[in-house]
């Protein structure tokens, strides 16, 4: 990964003269005449990803719960991720708009593309992807030293829990979305890789959509090892208090049901290698907790 990011680097300096040019997360090839000046993030993850890259002065507009950093708090908005606020996108005049790939309405997408409006299509499904996302949006805004900085950070800090939690035993996890209905998230999602990367296993991973509803007869049946509840700050949300009825269930026998900041598991951007960093502490507590 190391090597990639300072190849990278080293060639960007060739092509300054010649417009900018990258390929998306589904393989689009996004050309500007010049680095992007007012850019709109479709998606909290998105826009954690333009200020990390170094390109938060140019952002002038997100959707509603693009929170992080906190100057992020201060754009203006522009509708939700499933429901955009087209004249508000077109007012801030963008050069260059982000969206998310699977979250944002495919129809409204596909009008922004269809007016001329570069389109960058963001989808890291894996934490390797993060680093080359810093990358490539660092290229789009012109600020590739601040983006390598942060890849090569990033890049850093998964390597490290990668060596640390190398061969540890596999724990099965069940990854609780949302509880009413319950909702969680299959493999194609970064929260699962997040998950292989501390030595655990998705339990519903095989499932086709990435984010499926599932049964609690379900959860029940497979019996993880641990339950993971990716919270926010939600009064309707039980958390985790859903399963204590359960008396049988391993996770529930031994304790292991961790609460862990959604934000940081759910949003595909810099923060997951805090959010492994917590997940790999939480299953390494559940190893500790078998019976010897």
Known sequence: MQRLIGFVLAVLPAFAGAGVTVVDDVGRTVTLAQPARRVVSLAPHVTELLFAAGGGARVVGAVNY??????????????????????????????????????????????????????????????????????????????????????????????ALRARYAGRPQVGVFYQVWPRPLYTLNDDHIASDMVRLCGGRNLFGALKTIAPEVGVEAVI????????????????????????????????????????????????????????????????????????
């Open 66 to 159: 693009s929170d992080y950093p906190e100057a992020a708090k201060k754009l203006p908005q522009v509708g939700s991720y499933n429901k955009l606020d087209f004249e508000r996108v077109l007012a801030l005049k963008p050069d260059l708009i982000v969206v998310w790939h699977s979250g944002n309405p495919t129809r409204q997408v596909e009008q922004l593309e269809r007016l001329g409006i570069p389109v960058y299509h963001s989808e890291p499904g894996r934490l390797a992807q993060i680093g080359d996302s810093l990358l490539r949006l660092g290229r789009l805004l012109g600020t590739e030293p601040a983006a390598g900085a942060a890849a090569r950070d990033y890049g850093d800090r998964i390597a």
């Open 221 to 292: 049946e497979a019996d993880p090892e641990v339950i993971l509840v990716g919270g926010r700050d939600n009064p309707d949300d039980p958390g985790g208090k859903m399963w204590q009825a359960f008396k049988g269930m391993t996770a529930v026998r031994r304790d292991n049901i961790f609460t862990i900041d959604g934000d940081l598991t759910n949003r595909a951007g810099p923060r997951t290698a805090e959010g492994a960093a917590q997940l790999c502490a939480m299953l390494e507590q559940a190893r500790g907790r078998r019976p010897r």
